[in-house]
Structures are given as C-alpha cells and as structure tokens.
C-alpha cells in the first residue's frame, strides 16, 4: 500500500492505480487486446508394434474391421507414404524419441540383436546396447516447456539404468507383454496400458501432458478374445484379425476419454507402428498378416518393411479427412512435436519437422531418405541399405555388394528392378548412400570366419524370403516357408549356442 509523506496508508493512491488498470482494461476491450497465449497441447501418441501398412480398414484391408481408426483417420491426417526409420523394433523406437538416424546411434537392430551364425557372409555389427543417457528423448524436451510426461507399454531401448524413469518420463507403466485373453482384457495387455493412459490424462487434465503408449500388439505370439475370434473367422487369420480389432477398440476408448475430459480439441493424436507388419511365419504362428500390394515386411528393406501406418488429428490445426502421399520418417517426431507446442528447434537432429505439412501451411521440404541395416534377420533379410530419391528406390545389399534400383510410380510392388536399365542413376545414388553413412559414422560389416556356403544358399538362395507373397501363395508355396522357417530356426539356435 502506498505511504504518504507522515507515514500513513494513502488509500487514495490505491484507488487511482485501480481505476488506471479498470481504464487499460476497457481500452483493450474496445480496441482489441493481443489474443492470450493458447495452452500448449497435449499429445497422445500410440505406438503399435509390427503393424503393417494396410492392416486397418482404412488403408484399404477388407477382412479388418477398425471402425475408430477409420473415424479417426476422418477427422484427420492419414499418411499413405510413412516410413520407419527402420524396418524393426528397438532402432525405429530409438529415432521416434531422440530424432535421430539410427545410423548415427549405433542401434541399428533389435535388443539385444541376434548371434552370428554359420549361415552369414559378414559379421553383425557391435550395436549400442542402449540408447545412452546423453541422449535427450522426447520427455525432457517437453518436461523444459512444463509438461508431465508418461511412457506406457514396450520401451526396448535399453535395460537397467537406461529405462524410460532415467531418460526422463515422469511415469513409467510396462505392462505384460503378454495376457490371458479375458472379458476384460486382450492377449497383449492392450486394456491395461489403455487404463494406465486414461488415469493419467484424468489426473492431469489442468496441465499439459504428453503419453508415450507403446502397444506391444500385434507382434508375436498374440491371442485375443474368444469372441472376436469368432467373429473375424473369415479374415486372412482370423486371430490377427482379432487382435487388430482389440487395438481398435482401445484407441477408441481412449478418444472417447478424450471427449468425456474435454481435451479432445487440444489434444495432437498420433497412430502408427514401428515398423512393417510380419510376412513370413514365425514362432507358433504359420501365417500372420500380408503387405500387399508391397513388398516383404518387417526386418527388410523394401516397402513392405518400411512402410507404416500414420493417423494424426488435431481437430481445428490438422486439416480433416486428408489423405497425403508425401514421404515422412518417423525420425521427424521430435522436432515435428516441439514445433507444433510452440517450442524451439533444437540443433543436431537428423529429423526435420512436418509441422507445416501437418497443419496445411506448407509441404515438406524436398529430400532424400536412407536407410542403414547392416544385420542378417529371423524374417530372412540380409545386411542391407536403402535410399529413396523421389520416386526411385535403390536397395543395396552389404554382403553381396549388389545394388538394385525400383521406380516406385511404376511399380510400387518393387516387383521389377530396372538397376540395367538405369546404370548412371545406380552409381550416382550408391555414392549418396556411401556419403550418408559416412555422415553418419555408421558401422559397417566385416567378413564371417566361419561363413559355410551350404547354409547361405539354404537360407537366401534357394529361398528368398522377400519375394514370398502370402496373400497369393499356394498352399505348396506356404509348405515351402515353413521348411524355410525350420532351418532359419536351426542357424539361429546354433549362433545362439556359440555365443553362450
């Protein structure tokens, strides 16, 4: 309170300061004050696990039935040329969280990645067993701007010491990778993770957040719910086709969570997978899903594997029912995120935001796009890297030192490879994905000692796992693969004995 010069309260003074702010207040009103700063969004972002790219309804998947994330995918942004970072688990979770190749970090394979067999002309690669704690994830981005911060499901990109507390979440709930199929859950845990990410939103609904939920569905072994068993029995597999259903039906219990809150208008959701859906048998499972019209699946490089699905809404910023065709990387999520809350760009990311191109002010900037994969895999890929030019794919593999070159406007099946046709293109593109893994520092490839010919050609020659089409295949075809399968089985048992 102001003092006049004897010393006594003036309430006076107070009084004019008062009436002077009522006045600022009027004037503002009557000319127009600067708008208040809007609240940061909240962010939803679901992650699935080996989901192909036309495994939902919405991508054009008859025998699936995904009604929520067919709406969702209408009331936003569905993405029909999205691509992992990597064609399988741990590397493409490593480039969502720190926006950079995985290349770069030397995590370019699943933890703790497979032993070297006799099967292999080349050596694994010795890959980072974690992503290092000097590495800044997606949480303390946000955590700086005021956000809480939750990792719910699959981490699988580190162990102890490395888990998502150490890396800055806020919350941490794992779940079980696998469940007993119940009324009131699914064969993957999906209805528990669901559960953990509605209480977190509720008790957090003043104050920004943002929910990492890593679904561990579909990937092998899964099971569901007798009744949606029964009710997908005509369906490429039927227990697939349940389980996808079960995602469907959790994601929509989430966005009716959103709606009871009232966040769901200042909310960005994400759906999408880490990589390519499986193709060939494995486990217990003699078929799993299907990648047509493109080729193999997850662990390679081709379409098939790279591939994924991508649903963004944000209703009001993020145009809906658009359907775009525009190559993106799931290693753009960071800077992508920070700028779509209104936060800087950090320096030193591989990944470059799509913020402009998500909220229909802008296109992507033009670029090239590459992959380094220097790991033979139990889906029958070999050391491999790939590089996408504008509608051209060139598939390079390490162990052969062979290169193979696709139009994808022509032949988005990458069923042709016109590398003969197109020489001068296959050197000038090999050379720029020699010069990007050098960029990278990325990890190459040494000879195998114990190489044995026989295996090679049982595992890669006689068969090629990448040319298998398991929509089309005769039932000789299928019987074929699951020889294949046996031995692969066997390579990689026995690299698991010499490791020990």
């Known amino acids: 309170m102001n003092q006049n010069p004897a010393g006594r309260p003036n309430a006076w003074g107070g009084l004019v300061k008062l009436f002077a702010l009522a006045g600022t207040l009027m004037a503002s009103l009557l000319h127009g004050a600067a708008p208040a700063t809007p609240a940061r969004p909240n962010i939803v972002f679901i992650l699935c696990d080996d989901l192909g790219i036309n495994d939902l309804h919405c991508y054009g998947r008859p025998d699936h039935h995904t009604p929520n994330l067919d709406r969702l995918a209408g009331q936003g942004m569905r993405f029909t040329a999205a691509y992992c970072a990597q064609p399988i688990c741990s590397p493409s979770r490593a480039a969502i969280l720190t926006g950079k190749a995985p290349a770069r970090l030397h995590l370019t394979t699943y933890l703790p990645g497979r032993p070297d067999c006799a099967a292999q002309k080349v050596l694994h690669p010795e890959i980072q ?43 941490y709930h794992p779940g079980q990778a696998n469940t007993r199929p119940s009324a009131t859950e699914g064969g993957k845990g999906e209805y528990d993770l669901t559960a953990c990410a509605e209480r977190f939103m509720e008790t957090n609904r003043n104050r920004p957040f943002l929910i990492y939920l890593a679904h561990n569905a579909p990937h092998i072994p899964y099971d569901a719910q007798p009744t949606r068993i029964a009710g997908n029995t005509q369906a490429f597999e039927p227990v697939y086709a349940a389980v996808i259903e079960t995602i469907d039906d959790t994601v929509g219990r989430l966005l009716a969570r959103l709606e009871a809150l009232q966040l769901a208008e200042n909310t960005i959701v994400i759906f999408t997978s880490d990589n390519g859906g499986l193709h060939v048998p494995e486990g217990s499972h003699a078929r799993i899903t299907h990648n047509t019209p493109y080729r193999a699946g997850k662990g390679f490089v081709y379409e098939g594997g790279l591939r994924i699905p991508l649903l963004v809404r944000w209703p009001g910023r993020v145009p809906a029912g658009k359907v775009v065709d525009t190559p993106v990387i799931n290693t753009d999520w960071v800077p992508t995120l920070l700028e779509m809350a209104g936060m800087p760009q950090p320096a030193g990311l591989d990944g470059v935001s799509q913020a402009p191109l998500l909220q229909g002010r802008g296109s992507a900037a033009q670029r090239s796009l590459g992959w380094h994969f220097p790991h033979y895999t139990n889906q029958g890929s070999r050391p491999s890297g790939a590089l996408r030019e504008g509608n051209w794919m060139l598939v390079e593999y390490y162990d052969t030192e062979t290169a193979e070159l696709y139009d994808l406007a022509a032949d988005p099946a990458e069923a042709q490879n016109v590398a003969l046709a197109h020489p001068d293109r296959v050197v000038k593109m090999r050379a720029a994905l020699a010069a990007w893994r050098e960029a990278n520092s990325a990890q190459t490839n040494r000879p195998n000692p114990g190489f044995n010919p026989d295996r090679y050609r049982e595992l890669y020659e006689e068969v090629d796992a990448s040319r298998f089409d398991p929509l089309g295949a005769s039932r000789a075809v299928w019987e074929k693969m699951w020889a294949w399968r046996q031995r692969m089985n066997t390579a990689v048992q026995a690299g698991a004995k010499g490791r020990k």
């Open 129 to 171: 067993m974690q992503l290092p704690l000097t590495e800044k994830l997606l949480p303390r981005y946000f955590k700086a701007a005021g956000y809480v911060t939750a990792a719910i499901g699959k981490w699988h990109v580190g162990g102890n010491g490395f888990g998502p507390l150490e890396h800055g979440f806020d919350l």
